[in-house]
């Protein structure tokens, strides 16, 4: 399969890999980091630790799409993420910004301060989101929902045929997209996993991942510690590591995925260990592994 091109900001990028993105919650109401990362000191310190552990992508959210907490005010939302993408633009100019948000506000102030990727939740529920994406040569993930965000929609009996809709939608709206403006390298696909989806469904999706592929673009996977791995392990979400790793390296053997993880260190081991033993990726026959890391260190 041919690797996708992503263009933004001015620039063109062949994905022959699997790029990893890390994941900054300024969001108090986060599923998975509640209540860890309160005060802007310590998102700031997360998001640089994320990008020391080697990080291609920063993703930063101001809203949680938990939905047993109401929809945040555009104003607040740029409050908790600005900062960030300011700082992080500031730092790391090197490490691409990613903002979720689904808000025309948000997405406009975002990109002014450096972010060049807007992670929309929504399935384009707002246009200008598009504009401001086209205005700042930024990409776009598109998302496959069946509801309005923070909706919680889960139904067995809301799909005849999960997979073929999924695609159908995301065929459909990205061809929305380019319709307003946005050039089709500028896309970005994400099948939503749990996103008004059984973990059966979910599962049901993410096994028919070659159709979405098909369409050429490069496919966001937001595995990290997500429900279907709950139904998998039975754990809950900070003892799904093991299982959101198992999840990356089932992919990562075929080009052009961005995995959205939390544990960035982890999930860079697990990419290098698959593209190394599929081919994609080489030891030179000269290396001989240092002594340094040979051996734990003692104690």
């Not at 309160?38 to 930063?60: K, N, P, W, Y």
């Not at 929309?120 to 529920?125: A, E, Q």
Request: charge should be negative; glycine fraction near 6%.
């Amino acid at each position: 399969m041919t690797s996708p091109t992503l263009a933004l900001s001015g620039e063109r990028r062949t994905l022959d890999t699997t790029l990893v993105m890390g994941v900054v919650n300024a969001s108090p109401e986060s599923f998975s980091d509640s209540g860890r990362f309160t005060s802007l000191e310590q998102r700031l310190e997360l998001a640089a630790s994320l990008v020391e552990a080697g990080a291609d992508v920063i993703d930063v959210g101001g809203q949680s799409a938990i939905t047993n907490q109401p929809e945040l005010e555009a104003e607040l939302e740029v409050e908790r993420v600005l900062p960030i993408v300011e700082w992080l633009n500031a730092s790391y100019p090197g490490v691409l910004l990613s903002v979720d948000t689904y808000k025309p506000a948000v997405a406009e102030a975002s990109l002014s301060a450096g972010a060049s990727i807007i992670n929309d939740v929504s399935g384009l529920l707002y246009p200008e989101v598009v504009a401001s994406c086209v205005a700042h040569d930024a990409a776009l993930v598109i998302m496959h929902t069946a509801a309005q965000p923070k909706v919680r929609l889960q139904k067995k009996s809301l799909y005849e045929d999960v997979g073929a809709e999924v695609l159908a939608y995301l065929r459909e709206k990205m061809a929305t997209a380019m319709e307003l403006g946005l050039a089709e390298e500028a896309v970005i696909l994400d099948p939503g996993p749990d996103f008004t989806k059984t973990p059966y469904q979910t599962v049901a999706v993410l096994r028919r991942i070659h159709e979405i592929r098909n369409l050429g673009r490069p496919v966001l996977l937001a595995l990290s510690r997500k429900d279907f791995l709950g139904a998998v392990t039975g754990r809950s979400p900070r003892g799904r590591d093991a299982a959101t790793n198992a999840a990356i390296a089932y992919f990562a053997s075929t080009p052009g995925n961005i995995v959205r993880v939390h544990d960035v260190a982890a999930a860079r081991d697990v990419v290098a260990t698959v593209e190394t033993l599929a081919g994609m990726r080489d030891i030179s026959p000269d290396y001989l592994l240092p002594d340094a890391i040979r051996h734990e260190p003692a104690s």
